[in-house]
């Protein structure tokens, strides 16, 4: 992806997350997803996405190694400009509102370069998860 790319219709951002989804084998988009910020022991989360936006989802995946299940990643503030940029692109398409990406720049204006960014996927709220985070995002998004 260039710089200048720009992804201007709906078409276009669909084109761009076939190509995100098929540069990951095996990958498998999640139910639900969230990213946010590690606060002590839990996470305050910028944005739960449920039904989720896919781009978003496989552009967290590409930055994480995420591929499919339930888990929850930590990354740092540098990780989360990385898909910040990488999904930039869709802001073209003004046919649509890009409420992931906003999430992700409003969190990235309140970390410091301390913080932990935590991303979470979802394959299946029905399944049971020891994880932590899986847990937080599904009782905060009423699952």
Do not use: K
Request: net charge negative; glycine share 6%; with cysteine.
């Amino acid at each position: 992806m260039s710089e200048a790319e720009r992804w201007a219709t709906p078409e276009e951002i669909a084109a761009a997350r076939e190509r995100f989804e098929a540069a990951m084998p095996g990958y498998q988009p999640p139910a639900t997803f969230a990213v946010g910020r590690r606060v002590g022991d839990g996470v305050e989360f910028a944005r739960i996405s449920s039904p989720p936006h896919r781009l978003p989802a496989a552009i967290l995946a590409t930055v994480c190694g995420y591929r499919q299940g339930s888990a929850s990643y930590r990354l740092a503030p540098g990780d989360l400009d990385r898909a910040i940029a990488l999904i930039a692109p869709a802001e073209a398409d003004t046919s649509q509102p890009h409420p992931n990406l906003w999430a992700w720049r409003d969190l990235r204006a309140r970390l410091s370069d301390d913080d932990e960014v935590i991303v979470v996927f979802d394959a299946d709220p029905a399944q049971p998860s020891t994880d932590p985070y899986v847990l937080a995002m599904r009782a905060q998004a009423g699952a």
